[in-house]
């Protein structure tokens, strides 16, 4: 029996290529991982609402410990994900105790705390962290928002500067972690513009941003060059960052209705593998200013979009239910070995 192809070798020399994973696939065996990837995400274990569920100071490492060091026994890089989300976040970080909210002071104390804790926990085994995730919403008119900030609590209580502060104590917990910005529809050119505003102001503030992650939550009707995406990634590239596509996957739904694994037919599979392809290759063109690519999720059957946002059918990513290898895989394989 052939050994199956690997896509972290296949694409060795131009980028990383790596998942979100879950606990279990990796204590119930990492044989695939380790075999397809050499990054990984924690897709949920690393964010505060898992590790700090408790309360202030009240950690419970034992799951993302067990994910990280697993990985890193097999030579697989971590991502860490995320630092400051306005969800899964932990109420009591702007909770006054009374049933209001704290003082600006005490959450900006408790935001330095949380991360220099969790970042100094991971130094030296996490080697980036997304230290804020979707922070802007320009694009988004249903969203509540001042001035293209989504209006969290991290904005309503700190104001727009918890971003730099965010930075500024992860980079403090850890000088030589890669700190990154990640944000989902960067192909967005007011999100482009609000994201390119930030990395020159931490710049011109001497505080470090080193990347920008696009989550990159696709559908098959997604324009197949992702011209604009690049253009992007060149812009963010020239201000002297790397980019990391973070979050991909590519669900089946466009303008037709797939609610059964049947409707997920050999042209649709087809027409996914297509536009996996045409990302990558896009990477691969700007393998100078990508340096990892991950999907959010392995198998289908895992992924997020079976739940959102409602339980439904959907075959976003590489493998199937069954974990085996989709056109997508083979496709991309084959565009690897050809880069
Ligand atoms: O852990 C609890 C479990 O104890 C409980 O029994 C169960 C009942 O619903 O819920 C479990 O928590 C769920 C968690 O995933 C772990 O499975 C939450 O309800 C569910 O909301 C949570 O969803 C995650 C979502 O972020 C939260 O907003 C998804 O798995 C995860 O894929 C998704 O990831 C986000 C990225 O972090 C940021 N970018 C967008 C992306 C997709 O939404």
């Known amino acids: 029996q052939t050994q199956p192809e690997s896509l972290a070798q296949a694409w060795q020399g131009i980028f990383k290529v790596g998942a979100a994973i879950s606990p279990g696939q990796v204590m119930y065996g990492g044989t695939l991982i380790e075999q397809q990837f050499n990054i990984i995400v924690a897709e949920n274990a690393m964010k505060a609402g898992s590790l700090a569920r408790a309360g202030e100071g009240q950690y419970d490492f034992t799951t993302a410990d067990a994910m ?21 976040s932990v109420d009591w970080m702007f909770d006054d105790g009374h049933g209001g909210t704290a003082k600006r002071e005490v959450v900006v104390a408790r935001l330095r705390k949380y991360i220099h804790d969790v970042v ?11 230290v804020v995730n979707e922070a802007f919403v320009p694009d988004e008119p249903g969203t509540e928002q001042v001035k293209g900030w989504r209006s969290s609590a991290f904005y309503q209580v ?3 500067e918890f971003i730099a502060l965010a930075f500024q104590f992860a980079h403090e917990a850890d000088p030589q972690a890669l700190l990154f910005y990640n944000d989902y529809s960067t192909e967005h050119p007011a999100k482009h513009q609000m994201i390119l505003a930030l990395i020159r102001d ?9 990347g920008i992650g696009h989550q990159s939550h696709y559908t098959i009707a997604q324009p197949a060059d992702f011209k604009v995406l690049e253009q ?15 979050e991909l996957d590519i669900s089946l739904h466009r303008d037709i209705k797939v609610s059964s694994a049947d409707d997920a037919t050999p042209e649709l599979l087809a027409l996914q593998a297509q536009r996996y392809s045409d990302l990558f290759a896009m990477c691969a063109r700007q393998r100078d ?9 392995i198998s289908d059957a895992g992924s997020w979009l079976r739940q959102w946002p409602q339980a439904r059918f959907d075959a976003p990513l590489l493998f199937d239910d069954d974990m085996e290898p ?7 394989i084959k565009l690897g070995k050809a880069s």
């Open 68 to 88: 990280v060091d697993w990985a890193l026994a097999h030579k697989v890089a971590v991502r860490g994900h995320t630092l400051v989300w306005h969800n899964q």
């Open 120 to 130: 100094g926990h991971f130094r030296g085994r996490v080697f980036a962290w997304d």
């Open 158 to 160: 700190i104001g727009p």
């Open 202 to 210: 931490l710049q011109a503030k001497g505080i470090p941003i080193h």
């Open 232 to 246: 992007h990634i060149v812009d963010i590239g020239k201000l002297g960052l790397t980019n990391h596509i973070t």
């Open 289 to 297: 200013k990508v340096s990892a690519v991950l999907t959010w999720g």
């Open 326 to 332: 989709k056109p997508a895989f083979d496709a991309l």
